[in-house]
Nanobody, 121 residues
Framework: QVQLVESGGGSVQAGESLRLSCTDPIRTFAMYAMGWYRQAPGKQRELVASITSSERKEYADSVKGRFTISRDDAKNTVNLQMNNLRPVDTAVYYC???????????????WGQGTQVTVSS
């Protein structure tokens, strides 16, 4: 199974920005909901943001107003713009393709390998 490929992680100072990108090779990319999850050391993986095939977006309360998810179906890409980053945002960020058009919990088709985001104070 071909995995999603994430890019854009790195180390930044608090208050700075990063943009994560994820490319999915599936031909029918536009039909699927996509999402970003993250997992900090010692914590469970949590949903950061999701976007349906019709571009309905949802965000974790902790990132509302700071993060923006978007998709470019022509490029098979989903992006996560992260502004005003905080040390608590430090985690490995994973891209996910859901099994259908909606971002239903526990309904995942494919995951990326993860990209590290580190925010220092």
């Amino acid at each position: 199974q071909v995995q999603l490929v994430e890019s854009g992680g790195g180390s930044v100072q608090a208050g700075e920005s990063l943009r994560l990108s994820c490319t999915d090779p599936i031909r029918t990319f536009a039909m699927y909901a996509m999402g970003w999850y993250r997992q900090a050391p010692g914590k469970q993986r949590e949903l950061v943001a999701s976007i349906t095939s019709s571009e309905r977006k949802e965000y974790a309360d902790s990132v509302k107003g700071r993060f923006t998810i978007s998709r470019d179906d022509a490029k098979n890409t989903v992006n996560l713009q992260m502004n005003n980053l905080r040390p608590v945002d430090t985690a490995v960020y994973y891209c996910v393709r859901y099994s259908g058009s909606y971002a239903l919990a526990n309904s995942y088709a494919s995951w990326g390998q993860g990209t590290q985001v580190t925010v220092s104070s």
